[in-house]
T-cell receptor
Framework: GQQLNQSPQSMFIQEGEDVSMNCTSS?????WLWYKQDPGEGPVLLIA?????ELTSNGRLTAQFGITRKDSFLNISASIPSDVGIYFC?????????????FGKGTKLSVKP | GAGVSQSPSNKVTEKGKDVELRCDPI?????LYWYRQSLGQGLEFLIY????????KSGLPSDRFSAERTGGSVSTLTIQRTQQEDSAVYLC????????????FGPGTRLTVT
């Protein structure tokens, strides 16, 4: 099925660093969501975006709905060890199937050795 | 309130056997979704229920997969004649409105087919 292009696939962080990741789509989306998944758990919703250009924060996390409606960004400021996990973007496109979200393959955050 | 719950949390079955996975959505949520997540992969949409409407089954990978939602609440995903490639984590999500926005996920059922 259709998937979003999410990058980077993985990254290593050092405590205190800022982190950025993004998702792009070939089609226009009307909703973007960002989830975090810890090992053995289901994804947890972090931020939901509904309007092009929208910029929303949740603590140290900030996400933006791209103006082209084809991309979204997630930034984490001043990372801490508990930020480690897999981050997924998800979107729903205009005229898409009744309700299902399309997910990126995830960005895995790990701690620098 | 309680979140989405799924059972069992882990299931090991022999190839060829049937399995049933259960999902209890958040109370009052009208939409329910099933996804499959293979190791290290993103989420693959399987099926979507919205109220009393006919479910969207467009993501089911084969006719061995089916799902029901009784009374607009609990859902069961059934996999018949399981194959090794069915091994994955099966995630259920629910949302309060149609349209897929803000889906809330359960912890998943890890299925291993030996």
């Amino acid at each position: 099925g259709q998937q979003l292009n999410q990058s980077p696939q993985s990254m290593f962080i050092q405590e205190g660093e800022d982190v950025s990741m993004n998702c792009t789509s070939s089609s226009i989306f009307n909703t973007w969501l960002w989830y975090k998944q810890d090992p053995g758990e289901g994804p947890v919703l972090l931020i939901a975006l509904y309007k092009a250009g929208e910029l929303t924060s949740n603590g140290r996390l900030t996400a933006q709905f791209g103006i082209t409606r084809k991309d979204s960004f997630l930034n984490i400021s001043a990372s801490i060890p508990s930020d480690v996990g897999i981050y997924f973007c998800a979107g729903r496109n205009y005229g898409g199937s009744q309700g299902n979200l399309i997910f990126g393959k995830g960005t895995k955050l790990s701690v620098k050795p | 309130g309680a979140g989405v719950s799924q059972s069992p949390s882990n299931k090991v079955t022999e190839k060829g056997k049937d399995v049933e996975l259960r999902c209890d959505p958040i109370s009052g949520h009208t939409a329910l979704y099933w996804y499959r997540q293979s190791l290290g992969q993103g989420l693959e949409f399987l099926i979507y229920f919205q109220g009393n409407s006919a479910p969207d089954k467009s993501g089911l990978p084969s006719d061995r997969f089916s799902a029901e939602r009784t009374g607009g609440s609990v859902s069961t995903l059934t996999i018949q004649r399981t194959q090794q490639e069915d091994s994955a984590v099966y995630l259920c999500a629910s949302s309060s409105t149609s349209g897929g926005s803000e889906q809330y996920f359960g912890p998943g059922t890890r299925l291993t087919v030996t």
